[in-house]
């Protein structure tokens, strides 16, 4: 069927559109009509040869489909790769937090701890919620190929994204209390399996979207993982 948004020409059992990623209607979309070649009888009337040439055959592109199918964006749940993406953010920001603190001259190991990670993760909030605004994803969830979409594969407004990051530090990591947030953790994997969405994003009415991993976000997802890996042991060494 042809997509009624891109015009792009999808297979009749996809569900979202390899062109623009946006779902496709039930009902089919009928096919433009292709132009019939003109009849010899009708060329020879204009003076031209009537010796067809013979059909030319389109051959299939080697692994086209395969391309294809890395393109389409579904909502089945994914809690697994939605909670790494969020400790991958998690863990960017918080590094970059701690070298601010330190570059003001702030002394972090005066600070408690569980503290500092509430107040850390609080701080994500806003800024979650601008990338989410402009850019549909985070970082984390760029690698791990997920994005946050507003109803009709549209990008959520600030307002929104603002709300959705504030829900989920307090219904789904309960102001990332220790221990308490693992009960929130619990309770928000079991809402996705069993029902298919997370309260947060059933009131913000936002879909999660993920699609197939390829080869350049794993190798950055590997790279990051490995320097992540370097820096620690670093620290620890200086310490």
């Known amino acids: 069927m042809y997509c009624p948004f891109c015009g792009k020409d999808n297979s009749d059992e996809w569900v979202f559109c390899s062109g623009c990623g946006r779902q496709l209607p039930t009902e089919a979309t009928p096919k433009a ?4 070649e003109p009849t010899s009888q009708a060329m020879a ?6 010796t067809a040439a013979p059909p030319q055959v389109a051959q299939p592109e080697p692994q086209l489909a395969d391309r294809e199918a890395k393109r389409v964006w579904v909502d089945t749940p994914t809690p697994w790769r939605r909670y790494f993406a969020r400790m991958i953010d998690y863990m960017i920001w918080a590094f970059t ?38 850019c549909g994803n985070t970082l984390g969830k760029w690698l791990l190929a997920l994005r946050v979409r507003a109803p009709g594969d549209c990008r959520i407004d600030l307002g929104t994204a603002v709300g959705r990051s ?5 219904k789904g990591l309960w102001f990332g209390l220790p221990l308490v947030a693992l ?3 619990t309770i928000s994997y079991n809402n996705l399996k069993l029902r298919g969405a997370t309260s947060w994003d059933v009131t913000c009415s936002t879909t999660v979207l993920h699609t197939r991993m390829d080869a350049k976000r794993i190798t950055l997802l590997v790279g990051i993982a490995a320097l992540f890996c370097i820096i620690l042991v670093l620290i620890a060494s200086l310490e």
């Open 183 to 185: 009960v929130g953790l």
């Open 97 to 134: 937090f701690g070298i601010l603190l330190n570059l003001f001259g702030v002394d972090t190991k005066d600070i408690n701890k569980y503290g500092l990670s509430m107040l850390t993760e609080a701080l994500w909030i806003p800024l979650e919620a601008i990338f989410l605004a402009t």
């Open 45 to 50: 009337t204009f003076g031209f040869a009537t």
């Open 33 to 36: 009509q292709v132009p019939r």
């Open 166 to 170: 504030a829900l989920v530090w307090v």
